[in-house]
Each structure stands twice: as structure tokens, then as C-alpha cells.
């Protein structure tokens, strides 16, 4: 029953020829096919009309041509003439790379408003305020931001006081209408109290970066903007105080939420600890980290001295602080083990291990290995009369270290004989 329904269902779909329609129902049929109540209007029709020629007139060899079948639409041919579109209009209007263009196109909100025709609109706006091609490369996203929206949020960071270049500006367009306009009426508010203009031109003059650069921080977080004036020039000024770097300072603005006098208190126990280094994050995290990195960084003082990284590894090796450096820059990564580790490791490597410097000195990675598994692994490969040449396979993920050693038991352990002759007479004794 089903199967003849769906026959008789399938037949009213066949396109009929236009030479076997009534003369006056020609306009009727047309508009039957492509009418928008039609379920089905989404078929590809060139498919169905090749199909009813091959029904009518059927190739030699076929006893039946299957003119009923329909290959559905597929949306990858619109998504395909959108893109071709969007490839066009960016072509015509920057000279890209294939890399930039392939950036822009990779953009998940591009993506996702691929068949929207305002994409091209918005580009054109912005390119008419002077929206420049880095920005289109870096924010993709600003062209999927609507022609009538856009033109209100750029009216509203023009009206900022000591606004000069929209392009300085581009990363607050993401923000929602009320909230930008909320924003730049507070900044304008305390511009009489603030110098450069708005907090933005001032953070950027005393952290001596661009003002694109500050705005591409500020517009993830935004309470620095909105914060107490004070508090936020005096958290500022503590920093700078301390040496921290203008771009640690944008990459965790967090430290700004805390109170002046413990942001101070913080970031002058660093410094009574001699780090080489005052970083955002010691203002906010919990008491016994910050204290386990300054014991570290007072064990590390203890052992160096007035030495250099490189000065001491040289000196325990035996080669001069150029050949050391030298060393060391084979694994960059060594320069940044403390060197407490450093130390363990090579007691352990030239004293237990009976290594020689040379040997320690052709892999360098193995100061960074886990003391730990270096243990381990020496033990076991001991266990199996192995003594490794070079420390490479202690160096080695697990899976060819693990390779390594099953080889060796294989084909080179010498206490594979005398296992087996135990193993035959412990078999002896029990028959």
C-alpha cells in the first residue's frame, strides 16, 4: 500500500513538456511549479527536466529510463555563489594575499553571515569613514555588523573627547549601543580630570604603546574604563612604579580590580625578593603561591650567587660561559628551568649516574626532563644490564622509550640467558 502511495505521489512531481499543456493553462502550470507554497521548490528543476526528456526519449540499451527520480537542492551551491560574491567585492576593494583572504573568509561570524548581502554594505560604510585594510584582516568581524547599527556606534565614539582616527577605535564597535554610549559619557564626564584627553589617549601615553593596542585590551575588559578614576590612576602609577612591563600591564588587567594599598604591599615583596621579573599576576593570586615563588627565586639567588644561568652551568661542566650559553641555546627552553632543578639534575647526572660532562653537554633537553622519570628510567634500563650512551632515549616519550627498552630485551640483554637458565632449573626442581 505504501509503495503505491508513494508512486502516485511521485508521478504528480514529474514536469509535464509545454507542448502537452492547454493552451490556456500554460501560466497555471508555470506558476504551479514555482509557486511558494510548493513544498518542493527547492528541487533543482534542470535535473527534473533532463529526467522527463530521458523518459520520453530513452537511450538505447535501457529498458526503463528513471525519469522519476530528484535530486534534491543543495545549500553548498548558494553558500559557493556567496562566497564567490564576498571573494569578489574584497578583491575589488583591497589588494589582499591569498593569506589575508583566506583569514577573512575562515572568520566564524563571516561564516556564519556569508549569505547575507549587508556584509558587502557594512564594508563599504566602513571603508567610507576610513576604516583601513589591517583592520578588515585583523577584525573580519565588523563587516557582519549591520549597515544602520554600525552608523550609530561610530556617531557615538566620534562624539569622545580626543578622538582623532577611527581606525584607533575599530575593537569598541563590537560593544553592545548602550553600553558604548553609557561608556564613552563617563569618559567624556572626566576628561577635565585626566590628562591626553580620555582615560584611552592616557593609558596609552604612559604605557607608551599605540592607542589601537590599548583599545583591543580595554574592549575585553571594560571595567578599567569604568573604574574610579583614582583608583585606576593609582593602581596604574604602582606598576609603572615597580617596573612591570607596559605589555604584561594589557595582558592581565585584572590587578586593576584590587584595592591600591595590596597592590602595593604585593608588588613591593616582589621586588624585596629580588625578582628579575614583577608580573600582574602576583597582585592576585593566593598567598601561598606568591610566597612558594619567592622561596624560589631566594633558593635560586642562594645557589647562583652573582653568577649567570649560563656562568654556573659552565663552571659544573667545565666549559666557559660562551660555550655554555652556547649549550644552552641548543634548548632554548633550558633558559627558563629554575635552577634549583638545574642543580638537582646535574648532581644526580655527574655524580650517581657517572656521566660524563661531555655526555650531559650533547643533550641539553635533559635538564628539563622530570628528575623524577630520569630516575626511573635508569633504574629499569639497569635492571636489564643497560647502560645507554647518550641520555637521547631518556629524553623520549614514553611510547619510544618504551619501544627502545622492549628492544633491547629482545635482541641485546645480556641477562637474557641467565634469566632463562634460572627459570629451566627453578622448573627442574619443581618436577
Given at each position: 500500500?505504501?509503495?503505491?502511495f508513494i508512486?502516485?505521489f511521485?508521478?504528480?512531481l ?10 490556456s ?8 511549479l ?10 533543482n ?8 526528456v530521458?523518459?520520453?526519449?530513452p ?14 537542492y ?5 553558500k ?23 583569514a ?33 584582516i ?34 569598541f564597535l ?9 561608556l ?20 596609552s ?8 593596542t ?14 574610579p ?36 604591599a604585593r ?12 608580573m ?10 606568591l610566597?612558594k ?5 631566594l633558593?635560586?639567588?642562594?645557589i ?26 641548543r ?9 634549583t ?17 661531555y ?6 633537553r ?10 626511573q628510567r ?14 637521547v632515549?631518556?629524553?623520549?616519550s ?34
Amino acid at each position: 500500500m505504501w509503495r503505491n502511495f508513494i508512486n502516485a505521489f511521485e508521478k504528480t512531481l514529474v514536469f509535464v513538456p509545454k507542448r502537452s499543456w492547454p493552451a490556456s493553462a500554460g501560466w497555471k502550470a508555470h506558476r504551479q511549479l514555482t509557486h511558494q507554497s510548493n513544498p518542493f521548490r527547492f528541487f533543482n528543476a534542470s535535473c527534473i527536466v533532463q529526467n522527463e526528456v530521458e523518459r520520453i526519449a530513452p537511450v538505447a540499451g535501457t529498458a526503463e529510463a528513471d525519469g522519476e527520480y530528484i535530486v534534491p537542492y543543495k545549500t553548498e551551491f548558494e553558500k559557493s555563489h556567496s562566497l564567490q560574491v564576498l571573494t569578489d567585492a574584497l578583491h575589488a576593494r583591497f589588494r589582499l594575499s591569498e593569506e589575508d583572504l583566506v583569514a577573512i573568509l575562515n572568520d566564524a561570524l563571516v561564516i556564519k553571515n556569508m549569505r547575507k548581502k549587508s556584509l558587502i554594505l557594512s564594508m563599504d560604510h566602513l571603508i567610507s569613514e576610513g576604516v583601513e585594510k589591517h583592520n578588515f584582516i585583523e577584525y573580519p568581524w565588523i563587516m557582519t555588523l549591520y549597515k544602520g547599527s554600525l552608523i550609530e556606534k561610530i556617531e557615538i565614539l566620534k562624539s569622545l573627547r580626543g578622538f582623532q582616527n577611527i581606525n584607533d577605535y575599530i575593537p569598541f564597535l563590537r560593544i553592545k549601543y548602550p553600553r558604548l554610549r553609557k561608556l564613552v559619557g563617563c569618559l567624556n564626564k572626566e576628561a577635565d580630570f585626566i590628562e591626553y584627553g580620555n582615560r584611552v589617549h592616557f593609558i596609552s601615553n604612559k604605557l607608551q604603546v599605540p592607542i589601537s593596542t590599548v583599545t583591543k585590551y580595554m574592549a575585553k575588559r571594560l571595567f578599567v574604563l569604568e573604574m574610579p578614576l583614582d583608583m585606576f590612576r593609582s593602581n596604574l602609577e604602582t606598576m609603572l612604579k615597580y617596573n612591570v612591563e607596559s605589555k604584561n600591564i594589557l595582558k592581565d588587567l585584572w590587578a586593576f580590580r584590587y584595592a591600591p594599598r595590596s597592590v602595593e604591599a604585593r608588588l613591593k615583596r616582589a621586588m624585596s625578593a629580588k625578582k628579575d621579573k614583577i608580573m600582574p599576576w602576583m597582585v592576585r593570586c593566593p598567598e601561598y603561591i606568591l610566597q612558594k615563588s619567592l622561596q624560589i627565586t631566594l633558593d635560586d639567588q642562594k645557589i647562583l650567587g652573582d653568577r649567570t644561568i649560563a656562568e654556573y652551568i659552565g663552571e659544573r661542566l667545565g666549559f666557559p660561559p660562551e660555550e655554555a650559553q652556547a649549550i644552552m641555546n641548543r634548548h632554548p627552553q633550558v633558559n627558563n628551568v629554575r635552577v634549583t632543578k638545574i642543580k638537582e639534575v646535574l648532581d644526580y647526572l655527574l655524580d650517581e649516574a657517572k656521566f660524563s660532562r661531555y655526555e650531559v653537554a650533547q643533550v641539553p633537553r635533559i635538564l628539563c626532563h622530570s628528575l623524577e622519570t630520569t630516575k626511573q628510567r635508569m633504574q629499569e634500563l639497569k635492571e636489564h644490564g643497560c647502560r645507554p650512551s647518550t641520555l637521547v632515549i631518556i629524553c623520549r616519550s614514553k611510547r619510544e622509550y618504551n619501544k627502545f627498552l622492549n628492544s633491547w630485551i629482545e635482541n641485546y640483554n645480556p641477562n637474557k640467558n641467565v634469566n632463562a637458565a634460572v627459570d629451566y632449573a627453578q622448573a627442574k626442581e619443581e618436577r
